[in-house]
């Protein structure tokens, strides 16, 4: 946790350093939603639920990629993991930094859908959404910005969608990597409306719309 210290906490910080163990130093309200607690000494310990795969391994087959600029919130990453796998994407494509892991949480929010569908952790998204390139892919970044409606656009194959995290949308580097803004319109009454979904809502709309695609060619 940012500001603490002592000769306990620097013991912990040294001994994963030596063993390659990633440290992170974030604001204690960052700690609590990580932790579903403030019940905790100011550190957060994260373990994999499962093994990750590689963007080699999934891409190779061609289908549908569900690109999360960083989604911190480890129930809305279950939830994306579950709807993807529903929905039949291929896989899941998550950063390394400040973004949510393969968590006991996530693990139980994707209700048994981690056992199906790869998750994919990479270091860095715009070098992941390069290589998709590379292979053909086709990347349409899901932003409140986008000026194509979502239902209206015609999707090439094979596809991968990115969605930003929670607040922020995507990051600016990532859209330009986009092929194509997509956006959810927002119904607004006299009194005006919310601006965007919940992430792993948003995800929900999308894939089902591109699953409805799939189905009628």
């Not at 080699?56 to 993807?84: F, K, M, W």
Request: proline fraction near 5%; charge should be neutral.
């Amino acid at each position: 946790m940012k500001g603490a210290g002592g000769p306990r906490l620097q013991e912990l910080i040294d001994l994963c350093r030596e063993r390659g163990i990633p440290v992170r130093f974030e604001p204690r309200p960052q700690l609590d939603r990580a932790a579903g607690s403030a019940a905790h000494q100011g550190v957060v310990a994260f373990g994999a639920a499962e093994r990750y795969a590689t963007l080699e391994q999934t891409a190779a087959g061609s289908g549908l990629h569900v690109v999360l600029d960083g989604v911190e919130d480890p129930q809305n990453l279950g939830a994306i993991v579950r709807t993807a796998h529903a929905a039949g994407a291929a896989a899941v494509v998550i950063p390394e930094r400040r973004a949510a892991g393969l968590t006991d949480t996530v693990g139980r929010a994707a209700a048994g859908a981690l056992a199906y569908l790869p998750v994919v952790r990479v270091t860095n998204i715009n070098r992941a959404l390069e290589e998709l390139k590379e292979r053909g892919y086709w990347i349409y970044g899901l932003d409140e910005r986008g000026e194509q409606s979502y239902d209206r656009v015609d999707y090439a194959s094979p596809a991968a969608f990115v969605l930003g995290g929670e607040g922020r949308g995507l990051h600016q580097n990532v859209a330009r990597h986009c092929d194509a803004l997509v956006s959810i319109p927002m119904a607004s009454g006299p009194t005006g409306g919310i601006a965007s979904l919940n992430v792993s809502v948003a995800a929900g709309v999308v894939l089902f719309e591109w699953r409805r695609r799939q189905a009628a060619r």
